[in-house]
T-cell receptor, first 115, second 117 residues
Framework: GNSVTQMEGPVTLSEEAFLTINCTYT??????LFWYVQYPGEGLQLLLK?????DKGSNKGFEATYRKETTSFHLEKGSVQVSDSAVYFC??????????????FGKGTKLSVIP | DTAVSQTPKYLVTQMGNDKSIKCEQN?????MYWYKQDSKKFLKIMFS???????INETVPNRFSPKSPDKAHLNLHINSLELGDSAVYFC????????????????FGPGTRLTVL
């Protein structure tokens, strides 16, 4: 079956520190990979995505590269801000047939950035 | 303008009751989804639905049923609520491409926090 494993949190960093959140996956075929972010009290927002091997998704200073050889999609940001404090979810989306994608999520990593 | 909206935001109810959560999307999308997020923040798909087919996660109890009055709405009905149903429920939607295949980017609502006492 499909699964996503991401690093356990919580992660606490000082402002302007470098961020890496590891994500590895197991899937059949060629899934699309995503990072979603959930700010406190809000729903999930798509942060970035990559649809094929070696693609790099990027948004708001965050980046992740689809590595098929290591089945990984690690999230990175060079300099975090307090406003980046949130829960980050890695997810994959294989095509599930009948015109529908069903996302499989990792367990989420809570990031706290302190001034 | 809210793209995917849910009501209510909070729902507190007694065990054994029947309740509904509403979801509406104004994005013109063809496929909608329901997810459950437990107390440890773990997210799991419950249903996906378009005008052609309902796909049900086999682990979802049949006390849960999605109902779609039209393409823009997918409501979640829950019968005989149990303590373990307490969670945050998220609705989401995605677009279909020209070939009628849903694209994989999903847009989420703000969530409904259900508490069963």
């Amino acid at each position: 079956g499909n699964s996503v494993t991401q690093m356990e949190g919580p992660v606490t960093l000082s402002e302007e520190a470098f961020l890496t959140i590891n994500c590895t996956y197991t899937a059949t075929g060629y899934p699309s990979l995503f990072w979603y972010v959930q700010y406190p009290g809000e729903g999930l927002q798509l942060l970035l995505k990559a649809t094929k091997a070696d693609d790099k998704g990027s948004n708001k200073g965050f980046e992740a590269t689809y590595r098929k050889e290591t089945t990984s999609f690690h999230l990175e940001k060079g300099s975090v801000q307090v406003s980046d404090s949130a829960v980050y979810f890695c997810a994959l989306s294989p095509y599930s047939g009948a015109g529908s994608y069903q996302l499989t999520f990792g367990k989420g990593t809570k990031l706290s950035v302190i001034p | 303008d809210t793209a995917v909206s849910q009501t209510p935001k909070y729902l507190v109810t007694q065990m054994g009751n029947d309740k509904s959560i509403k979801c509406e999307q104004n994005l013109g999308h063809d496929t909608m989804y329901w997810y459950k997020q437990d107390s440890k923040k773990f997210l799991k798909i419950m249903f996906s639905y378009n005008n052609k087919e309902l796909i049900i996660n086999e682990t979802v109890p049949n006390r849960f049923s999605p109902k779609s009055p039209d393409k823009a709405h997918l409501n979640l009905h829950i019968n005989s609520l149990e303590l373990g149903d307490s969670a945050v429920y998220f609705c989401a939607s995605s677009q279909e491409d020209l070939w009628g295949v849903s694209t994989d980017t999903q847009y989420f609502g703000p969530g409904t926090r259900l508490t069963v006492l």
